[in-house]
């Protein structure tokens, strides 16, 4: 990705910590194949699944999106394939780059909200290549670093006894949010700002 965003080999191999050589060599592998992949062909055990069953896999994923790895290995076991565990499953999910996330929760949007969006588009609909260029486009995103819950029980006198004392849960998060602007003409400089 360095590379492709102009970045010299030595300073590639210096941000990812790697020799010169490897950089030159994985780089020129990808330019010439489009596999960046470090298996060697004959080399280790055969995959159990296959091509056609990676194909099938991420069929079934695209199905239904929240299904379990436990539920994909059964249902990927119905079929005419060897039968597979759930951890080979969830292994060839994570080498097709398929992982699972919490879905974001957004405010779902209302009539009014539909209506404005086709207010806008219609509105803006016949604008030229050059007022488009000076819009700026923005987004935010926010990143959990680490989150660890810490919990404790309240401080209470020695005499008085409460069968239902509270536990108390204090949340640390340790998040960092980005914030970006997006122009027609490209990118800007990464600017970092402290919080007061």
Same mark, same amino acid.
């Given at each position: &990705?360095? @590379?492709?965003?102009?970045?010299?080999?030595? =300073?590639?191999?210096?941000?990812?910590?790697?020799?010169?050589?490897?950089?030159?060599?994985?780089?020129?592998? !990808?330019?010439?194949?489009?596999?960046?992949?470090?298996?060697?062909?004959?080399?280790?055990?055969?995959?159990?699944?296959?091509?056609?069953?990676?194909?099938?896999?991420?069929?079934?994923?695209?199905?239904? @999106?929240?299904?379990? #790895?436990?539920?994909?290995?059964?249902?990927?076991?119905?079929?005419?394939?060897?039968?597979?565990?759930?951890?080979?499953?969830?292994?060839?999910?994570?080498?097709?780059?398929?992982?699972?996330? @919490?879905?974001?929760?957004?405010?779902?949007?209302?009539?009014?909200? @539909?209506?404005?969006?086709? *207010? !806008?588009?219609?509105?803006?609909?016949?604008?030229? &290549?050059?007022? !488009? *260029?000076?819009?700026? !486009?923005?987004?935010?995103?926010?990143?959990?670093?680490?989150? &660890? #819950?810490?919990?404790?029980?309240?401080?209470?006198?020695?005499?008085?006894?409460?069968?239902?004392? *509270?536990?108390?849960?204090?949340?640390?998060?340790?998040? #960092?949010?980005?914030?970006?602007?997006?122009?027609?003409?490209?990118?800007?400089?990464?600017?970092?700002? =402290?919080?007061?």
């Amino acid at each position: &990705m360095a @590379r492709r965003l102009g970045t010299s080999i030595t =300073e590639t191999s210096r941000l990812v910590g790697s020799s010169r050589s490897a950089v030159v060599s994985i780089h020129a592998k !990808w330019i010439n194949d489009g596999d960046n992949s470090s298996r060697r062909q004959g080399v280790g055990r055969p995959r159990v699944i296959k091509e056609k069953g990676r194909r099938r896999l991420s069929h079934l994923v695209k199905q239904n @999106r929240c299904q379990t #790895v436990a539920h994909l290995t059964a249902q990927y076991n119905a079929g005419p394939n060897a039968s597979v565990s759930e951890h080979t499953v969830q292994r060839t999910l994570l080498d097709m780059g398929l992982c699972s996330r @919490r879905p974001t929760r957004v405010p779902l949007l209302t009539k009014r909200h @539909r209506q404005l969006h086709i *207010q !806008w588009a219609r509105e803006d609909r016949d604008w030229t &290549m050059d007022e !488009w *260029q000076r819009v700026a !486009w923005s987004d935010e995103s926010r990143f959990i670093i680490t989150s &660890m #819950v810490v919990s404790g029980y309240a401080v209470c006198q020695a005499n008085s006894y409460s069968p239902l004392l *509270q536990q108390v849960i204090h949340r640390l998060v340790v998040a #960092v949010l980005c914030f970006g602007d997006v122009l027609m003409g490209g990118f800007g400089p990464v600017v970092m700002v =402290e919080r007061p």
